[in-house]
């Protein structure tokens, strides 16, 4: 049984800054590319940032590129995302998602073909 559960939102004043969390259980961690994605009310959901099965390579979309980080300890089983100088537009239902391959795919931005997917985290940032 594969268990992915998200953890970290929460309501935070422009500028400000959350680091969110992902556990999953039930696959090998670490045989798995790994990504965040989010979604607002009325918008389809949009990728913001993956990450390789070792960590090695990371990427992001244009809209978070500079002020967000990814990470991930594989001994742990667990995904971060390090949001800094945090924008209202950020305010959404965050979600991490599990590739079963080890590397991003080359539209790791889509939702599609994504193997596993967490219940998500509200982030809301104030003005």
């Known amino acids: 049984q594969v268990q992915v559960v998200e953890a970290g939102g929460g309501l935070v004043q422009a500028g400000g800054a959350l680091r969110l969390s992902c556990t999953v259980s039930?696959?090998?961690?670490?045989?798995?590319?790994m990504a965040w994605f989010r979604q607002s009310p009325g918008n389809d959901r949009e990728g913001v940032s993956c990450i390789t099965g070792s960590g090695g390579r990371t990427y992001f979309s244009e809209s978070v590129q500079g002020r967000f980080n990814v990470s991930r300890d594989n001994a742990k089983n667990t995904l971060y995302l390090q949001m800094n100088d945090l924008k209202p537009e950020d305010t959404a239902m965050y979600y991490c998602?599990?590739?079963?391959?080890?590397?991003?795919?080359?539209?790791?931005?889509?939702?599609?073909?994504?193997?596993?997917w967490g219940q998500g985290t509200q982030v809301t940032v104030s003005s």
């Open positions: 998602a599990a590739w079963r391959y080890d590397y991003c795919s080359g539209s790791w931005w889509t939702t599609y073909g994504y193997n596993y």
């Open positions: 039930g696959l090998t961690f670490g045989d798995y590319a």
